[in-house]
């Protein structure tokens, strides 16, 4: 007899996260299972001119607390697991196909390369440049993030006007209900910290150097557009959505200028999670080291579903339903050292 409960609809997101998610030892578990995932470490590594493989698996908390090469080295690590995937879906006869890509901050680099917006060595060269804009622009006013949670959002800024009429901190990012992260330089930082806790937050100094998404860096940021202008972008082949604004980015010239916008623009992924799930998105799949943005987006939605791609009992049913490999031409993982300079 036939089951007469309906098949659910699954589709699903392809998340990365930015800076912040590093560990100690973050790239170990997909060089382990993956050949592709070493492959490119190794690329990384050619590309950079720096022991990727050796920072990802072995270096210090300290060795990834530099933002020029934390952005670089959480890039490799996505799109490790981006090809560990590819991989896992090619075993079976599957190619992998996202409704939607999306990434938390710089996270963006990595989503866009994934739905083919950029390729990946163009990406990597982009995040290491984004960190040495950001590394020279802090050096001059050295600054930092705080994660603030157990506030609202219009809390956040209310405090950060008082301590700092002049903008010299602010709202960097809009995470979940009660997770807000602030971003400024660090005598402005320090006294948002302070005021927060007195309204009862409980304040989370987070692992970067660098103020991120702060207005005062328009400078930093008209340097980082000259530099994204001279890069070869694609139309994504699935839209990529704003963790500015939400919006669904369908081409080229949408990428490239939210790339640009974001390093001064402030995050609101909480936003652009909703409006995946407004989109029909069922299931989400984090590609990265940890699980940050998966424990993000359960405070948003608690039903929305999270996978794991080391537990194959979470993913098997939709790689299964993807499209099949074409026998003429195989599924490959993605290319690595193709670029446009």
Same mark, same amino acid.
């Given at each position: 007899m036939a089951d007469p409960t309906p098949r659910r609809e699954r589709s699903l997101a392809l998340i990365f996260p930015g800076q912040g998610s590093?560990?100690? +030892?973050?790239? #170990?578990? $997909? =060089?382990?299972?993956?050949?592709?995932?070493?492959?490119?470490?190794?690329?990384?590594g050619e590309i950079l001119?720096?022991?990727?493989?050796?920072?990802?698996?072995? +270096?210090? %908390? *300290? @060795?990834?607390?530099?933002?020029?090469?934390?952005?670089?080295?959480?890039?490799? $690590? /996505?799109?490790?697991?981006?090809?560990?995937?590819? %991989?896992? =879906?090619a075993e079976r006869g599957r190619r992998v196909r996202p409704s939607l890509v999306s990434g938390h901050?710089?996270?963006?680099?990595?989503?866009?390369?994934?739905? @083919?917006?950029?390729?990946?060595?163009?990406?990597?060269?982009?995040?290491? %440049?984004?960190? #040495?804009?950001?590394?020279?622009?802090s050096?001059?006013?050295? +600054?930092?993030?705080?994660? !603030?949670?157990? !506030?609202?959002? @219009?809390?956040?800024?209310? $405090?950060?006007t008082q301590v700092s009429p002049d903008g010299d901190v602010g709202v960097a990012a809009i995470n979940a209900p009660g997770q807000t992260v602030i971003s400024?330089?660090? &005598?402005?930082? =320090? #006294?948002?910290?302070?005021? $927060?806790?007195?309204r009862g937050a409980r304040v989370v100094q987070l692992p970067i150097s660098?103020?991120?998404?702060?207005?005062?860096? /328009?400078?930093?940021?008209?340097?980082?557009? *000259?530099?994204?202008?001279?890069?070869?972008?694609?139309?994504?082949?699935?839209?990529?959505?704003? /963790?500015?604004?939400?919006?669904?980015?369908?081409?080229?010239?949408?990428?490239?200028?939210?790339?640009?916008?974001?390093?001064? +623009?402030?995050?609101?992924?909480?936003? &652009?999670?909703? %409006?995946m799930r407004k989109a029909g998105v069922s299931s989400f799949l984090e590609l990265g080291p940890g699980h940050v943005l998966a424990n993000i987006c359960k405070r948003v939605d608690r039903d929305a579903e999270m996978i794991d791609i080391f537990d194959e009992s979470q993913w098997r049913e939709l790689i299964l339903s993807g499209p099949a490999v074409d026998a003429a031409a195989p599924e490959t993982t993605p290319p690595v050292v193709t670029s446009s300079s």
């Open positions: 590093q560990h100690s +030892g973050m790239g #170990r578990a $997909v =060089a382990e299972r993956s050949p592709g995932a070493r492959e490119v470490f190794a690329q990384a001119k720096l022991d990727v493989a050796r920072l990802v698996m072995e +270096g210090s %908390e *300290k @060795d990834l607390a530099r933002t020029t090469t934390t952005q670089p080295a959480i890039l490799a $690590v /996505s799109w490790a697991y981006y090809t560990y995937l590819r %991989e896992l =879906a901050s710089f996270g963006q680099f990595s989503a866009s390369a994934a739905a @083919d917006a950029l390729s990946f060595a163009d990406a990597l060269k982009l995040v290491k %440049e984004r960190g #040495r804009i950001m590394a020279k622009w050096k001059r006013r050295p +600054g930092g993030m705080a994660s !603030v949670i157990g !506030v609202t959002d @219009d809390d956040v800024r209310d $405090v950060c400024g330089t660090l &005598a402005a930082l =320090a #006294r948002a910290v302070e005021s $927060v806790r007195e660098v103020p991120g998404h702060f207005p005062k860096m /328009s400078e930093a940021r008209e340097e980082m557009r *000259k530099f994204i202008d001279g890069i070869e972008f694609r139309d994504p082949k699935q839209p990529v959505v704003s /963790s500015l604004t939400g919006r669904l980015l369908t081409t080229a010239e949408d990428v490239r200028q939210e790339l640009t916008d974001q390093m001064t +623009g402030a995050i609101n992924w909480m936003r &652009a999670f909703l %409006e």
